[in-house]
């Protein structure tokens, strides 16, 4: 399971005992595997300070882990169809979060024990501020290219009434620039290719014999081009319709062809090299939004690539920024939240246990989902003479106690917190 109990009991003989027994228990029965969690000592102050502290710190890891959830889900939103790769990225320094957590080891370095205790926790602070400044900001970059980039993709999605045409046609396709004669495009259902082949020249007067050529086609029918005088269009269209042929109002503006073209490369490769990795880069051929998409095949122009689609796509091997960006800082994010729950155990701690400063942190980890409750009874049994009030109104419902009402599932002799690497997932 990816879910750890991080629990203190005193030092003293008899808790130390305890320990030992929990040990024991939770191996035999095997609900947990239970490591030493080694926090520093710290310098104290008062317990007035310890109490403010206590809430600050409840604050900070709420903010923390909603942070870090954040940015694992930015992983996910960034590396897309590599999507189970991810855990791959989610690392705290360089090993797994799994493995972080179970061999912690406090950062004398990052924050010095030496210091006082508010100092640690208003770096802490800063810190998760700063990262979660950085991470608007890149977001909302990524965001903006890639609602710009799926803009420009949904004029290629649907079919060949509604669709883009400028990734089908070409410059040769059309008569341009004629003050007589101009070329019209054609959506001719399949069922009725062999009709159109018979009949367009005589659909109207002034038709340019064998002057028709299908340039692409979709599961529905296809895209033809067909030559007349322009003084015959409203006629020309009037029969074709008659006939089931829909003539595609449509004029070929090479410039704004060449302009979207190139745009939709740009936007392409700077999310694809500027963001993703290469493991992650779009195969050749392919819509970078490939459902809903309808298929549509040009004829007669293999070298130019469709809109969506560009020849560059085997370039940009290695990590863009961003995702660099979200790996270094959702380790930097995780490692500052552990070191938080550990700030949390030791002011708890201490102002449950009193001073001198005396306890013995212990990290669990519940083998089973399902093995949770039986662990929960077996930690509550060996630890209740910490508290033996509480634990008395729990054995026995008649016992009332003003202003106290507890449950088996939120019952604490010890100091307890919890760590959910499954919201990572």
Request: glycine share 4%; charged share 25%; proline share 4%.
């Amino acid at each position: 399971m990816s879910e750890f109990w991080l629990i203190s009991a005193p030092g003293d003989n008899e808790n130390l005992r305890a320990l030992e027994k929990m040990n024991m228990v939770t191996s035999k029965s095997n609900l947990s595997q239970n490591t030493k969690f080694t926090i520093p000592d710290f310098k104290v102050g008062t317990l007035d300070s310890l109490v403010g502290l206590s809430d600050e710190l409840g604050k900070l890891d709420s903010f923390a882990e909603s942070l870090i959830k954040r940015m694992a889900q930015s992983v996910v939103e960034v590396m897309e169809d590599a999507k189970g790769n991810v855990r791959e990225n989610l690392l705290a320094n360089g090993v797994d979060l799994t493995s972080f957590v179970t061999k912690f080891e406090w950062d004398m370095a990052k924050y010095p024990a030496k210091q006082p205790l508010v100092s640690v926790v208003d770096t802490l602070a800063k810190q998760l501020a700063q990262i979660e400044t950085d991470l608007k900001s890149r977001t909302a970059t990524y965001n903006t290219l890639k609602v710009t980039l799926e803009s420009l993709e949904k004029k290629s999605q649907g079919n060949l009434f509604t669709r883009t045409l400028n990734d089908i046609v070409s410059k040769e396709d059309f008569v341009l620039d004629s003050e007589y004669l101009i070329t019209l495009l054609v959506i001719v259902p399949k069922q009725n290719y062999a009709e159109w082949q018979k009949t367009y020249e005589s659909l109207s007067d002034m038709v340019v014999p064998r002057s028709t050529k299908l340039l692409a086609e979709d599961k529905d029918g296809g895209l033809f081009t067909v030559t007349l005088f322009r003084k015959v269009i409203d006629d020309f269209k009037i029969k074709a319709k008659a006939n089931k042929f829909m003539v595609r109002e449509f004029y070929y503006d090479e410039m704004e062809i060449k302009r979207e073209r190139e745009e939709m490369t740009r936007l392409l490769s700077d999310k694809k090299q500027q963001y993703q990795t290469s493991s992650v880069a779009l195969k050749k051929g392919s819509s970078t939004l490939p459902d809903h998409k309808v298929k549509v095949t040009p004829l007669g122009h293999p070298d130019r690539p469709a809109v969506g689609h560009t020849d560059r796509e085997s370039e940009g091997e290695g990590e863009g920024p961003l995702l660099r960006w979200l790996k270094v800082n959702f380790s930097e994010a995780f490692i500052a939240w552990v070191h938080i729950k550990a700030l949390r155990v030791f002011v708890e701690s201490v102002l449950r246990y009193g001073l001198p400063v005396n306890f013995q942190a212990v990290l669990l980890q519940p083998h089973k989902k399902s093995s949770t409750k039986r662990l929960r009874e077996v930690l509550n049994s060996i630890f209740r003479h910490l508290d033996e009030v509480a634990a008395a109104s729990l054995l026995d419902a008649s016992v009332e106690i003003p202003g106290l009402q507890l449950s088996n599932q939120d019952y604490f002799p010890y100091v307890y917190f919890h760590i959910d690497l499954s919201l990572l997932d």
